[in-house]
Each structure stands twice: as structure tokens, then as C-alpha cells.
């Protein structure tokens, strides 16, 4: 093991870093389980900030809404990830 997990768990939570472990992994990406754990995890994060950048460039139209008292599931989503 390069760090200790414990040391960098507090370095990722200091800075509101996400940590993943995969349980078993190896430090190199070198084997087809851990390439295809990897994938998945890249996936992950792209429609997570996919869907993020959506919902907030919703967010402005969604504050025009709340003026004319119309709303949206879509609306209801921004405002709540999107403050």
C-alpha cells in the first residue's frame, strides 16, 4: 500500500475530496477487473456531472417559473442540487 488509508481518508474529507476504494484492487490498472472498475467509476462521474451541469443551467428558467407560479419536477431538482 502507497498511503495508509486512514491518512489519506482525512486528507479526503479535509477537503471535500470523494474517495473510492475498491476492495481487493491493486495499485496499477493493469488487470481487466480493475480497467472495467475503473470504467464504470469514470461513467459514474460523467453523468453525475452531466446531469449537474443540466439541472443547473435549468436553474434560471426554473426562478422564472417561480415568478409566473408555474413549476416542474425539473425545477424542483435544480433548486435542490443547484444552490
Request: with cysteine; charged share 35%; net charge positive.
Amino acid at each position: 500500500m502507497l498511503s495508509e488509508y486512514a491518512y489519506v481518508k482525512r486528507f479526503a474529507d479535509r477537503f471535500g475530496c470523494e474517495l473510492t476504494e475498491q476492495k481487493g484492487g491493486e495499485h496499477w490498472f493493469h488487470t481487466e477487473e480493475v480497467l472495467e472498475f475503473f470504467r464504470q467509476w469514470i461513467q459514474e462521474r460523467i453523468r453525475e456531472r452531466f446531469l449537474m451541469r443540466f439541472l443547473c443551467s435549468w436553474r434560471k428558467n426554473c426562478l422564472n417559473m417561480e415568478k409566473m407560479k408555474t413549476s416542474s419536477k425539473i425545477c424542483r431538482l435544480a433548486k435542490d442540487f443547484c444552490r
